[in-house]
Nanobody, 122 residues
Framework: AQLAESGGGSVQAGGSLRLSCEASAYTFSTYCLGWFRQVPGKEREGLAT???????SYADSVKGRFTISKDNAKKNLFLQMNNLKLEDTATYYC?????????????????WGPGTQVTVAS
């Protein structure tokens, strides 16, 4: 499987962005999919996951502002980000794995995209 993010860019605080992640895996619908982000010098942070049933989970830092979703037919994963804050500035990554457990633990994820930069300005 291969993943490729798109949709990053610069936005003012309070604005919105929608990230997309295109997957090449033919078993996309059965994968656990997630979004992570990383700021230079800091550990990668898990943001949201969606499992093969469509159940979602979120980190407290983005709950109520970010929404993860997917389109199995098009093999696309999305992250809708609203009310963006300065501290949301980071490189955002989509990731996937085919294990039974779908949790915000980056060690579970075996496939990663190259990342897309999101910059939130005041």
């Amino acid at each position: 499987a291969q993943l490729a993010e798109s949709g990053g860019g610069s936005v003012q605080a309070g604005g919105s962005l929608r990230l997309s992640c295109e997957a090449s895996a033919y078993t996309f619908s059965t994968y656990c999919l997630g979004w992570f982000r990383q700021v230079p010098g800091k550990e990668r942070e898990g943001l949201a996951t969606i499992d093969n049933f469509g159940s979602t989970s979120y980190a407290d830092s983005v709950k109520g502002r970010f929404t993860i979703s997917k389109d199995n037919a098009k093999k696309n994963l999305f992250l809708q980000m609203n009310n963006l804050k300065l501290e949301d500035t980071a490189t955002y990554y989509c990731a996937a794995h085919d294990k039974a457990v779908c949790q915000l633990r980056q060690e579970l994820f075996t496939t990663w995209g190259p990342g897309t930069q999101v910059t939130v300005a005041s």
